[in-house]
């Protein structure tokens, strides 16, 4: 099966992917994925080449994350390099920092790796509305370091 481009779209998912679809539907979309594993909350997630689909207990997606050569992008434009990231804080406004993460909370998107130029743990993941309300309390703005 071939991987999609996966378009970014705040708060509905990475499409073809949407938040709330089930395993099932996942599968029929994806394929079978190349791991299945569960976290210490019991959540499941499903490994693809280049990106994952997380779910919550019940069994539907609650967010897809993406890795250095996955194909993913938002409004039109590829979001796995440094100026994705920098272009993507100016257009949220309000980017938060929390255990490691820049936050994107008005564009439903975390970064990771990039704001620490740590290449080995590049990341983006879309997620859905509400996944980092227990963390607000240890958010800190992000300031974007003019280099």
Known sequence: MTTPTFSIE??????????????DEIESL?????????????????????????????KVVTHVGFVPGASVEYDGEPVLTTEAFRRLIQIDGEAK??????VLLNLGIAFTGFHDNDNSQRAVTAFEQGSYEKLSHKMKEFVLNSE
């Open 10 to 23: 705040p708060y509905k998912g990475a499409l073809p992917v949407r938040f709330g679809m089930t395993t």
């Open 30 to 58: 994806l394929g079978d994925p190349q791991r299945r594993s569960t976290n210490f909350r019991k959540e499941l997630t499903y490994d693809y080449e280049a990106f994952n689909v997380g779910f919550n207990k019940s």
């Open 97 to 102: 920092e929390v255990l490691g993460f820049v």
